[in-house]
């Protein structure tokens, strides 16, 4: 019985008994592509494929050699005009990341389904679903940044929002567990607040409080300059909330606190 193929990245399955002289050379082989397939970057140049280019992965019916297919991480470069990248064979389930430096968009196809347009100096993770000639390629949302560092995201943010409580007229937001605080008053209240950005970096981050049915006073670190230098009047009314927003550049010496509305709900 002759050797069969994996459909994804092209281990070559023995069948029994056979391959007796040659089983450690394919078995090396197969090391190989799992190594390219989960960790392996690879750079497809472009240079020589015009506006098509086909992004193969083989299996040993075509002799030894490992294709460019089979990488994880995909660095495009050296094209000379926009480039379409067939991934083939066409039922091969693949997922990769694309790194575009080749100096044009490239669009990635599979089949007759969906494609994904990589542009020039964009990242993006991209699976192909293998669905034979109805093919399809997608986006995988996450977040991405371009040549310059700079982040997208290819949907909307979603942020945890953390309740705080006090004890003992203290309470604590603590900014490595969210970016944004609730805060419904059942006693007078010291803040603190604790773990901010180094220096050079930033933190920001919002604070909801909710006004209890008898009326609580909130006494706001010292570190928090207010515009001129006058800390909000916070709402009395039973159940009336307040929305304020600070940042701070230099570590938490400095936060500057903000009010964004009062006397809501």
């Given amino acids: 019985m002759a050797s069969t193929w994996t459909n994804n990245i092209a281990i ?14 394919i078995t090396n082989r197969n090391f190989d592509i799992v190594d390219r397939a989960t960790n392996g970057v690879g750079t497809i140049d472009l240079s020589s494929s015009a506006a098509a280019h086909t992004l193969s992965t083989t299996d040993g019916t075509t002799g030894d050699a490992l294709s460019d297919g ?3 991480v995909l660095i495009l470069s050296g094209a000379t005009e926009a480039c379409t990248i067939t991934i083939s064979p066409n039922d091969a389930q693949k ?3 694309v790194i575009n430096t080749s100096g044009y968009d490239a669009t990635f196809t599979q089949g007759t389904g969906d494609n994904v347009v990589v542009a020039n100096n964009a990242t993006k993770f991209i699976y192909a679903d293998g669905a034979g000639a109805a093919a399809a390629v997608a986006e995988v949302d996450a977040i991405t940044a371009d040549a310059n560092g700079v982040v997208a995201f290819s949907k909307g943010i979603t942020e945890e929002s953390v309740a705080i409580t006090s004890d003992t007229e203290a309470a604590t937001l603590d900014l490595q567990t969210s970016t944004n605080f609730t805060h419904t008053l059942t006693e007078n209240v010291e803040y ?5 950005a180094a220096s050079g970096s930033v933190s920001a981050f919002t604070l909801k409080v ?3 049915s008898t009326t609580r006073a909130i ?7 207010w515009n001129s230098a006058t800390a909000p009047t916070i709402t009395t009314t039973s159940g009336g909330v307040d929305v304020f927003v600070f940042i701070t550049y230099d570590g938490g010496t400095t936060y500057y606190g903000f009010t964004a509305g009062q006397a809501m709900g």
């Fill in 70 to 72: 089979m990488y994880k």
């Fill in 219 to 225: 006494t706001w670190p010292t570190s928090v300059d």
């Fill in 192 to 196: 603190t607040f604790s773990n901010p």
């Fill in 12 to 25: 070559e399955k023995i069948a029994d008994g056979e391959k007796t002289d040659t089983w450690g050379q």
């Fill in 210 to 212: 909710t006004q209890d």
């Fill in 95 to 97: 997922f990769y990341v």
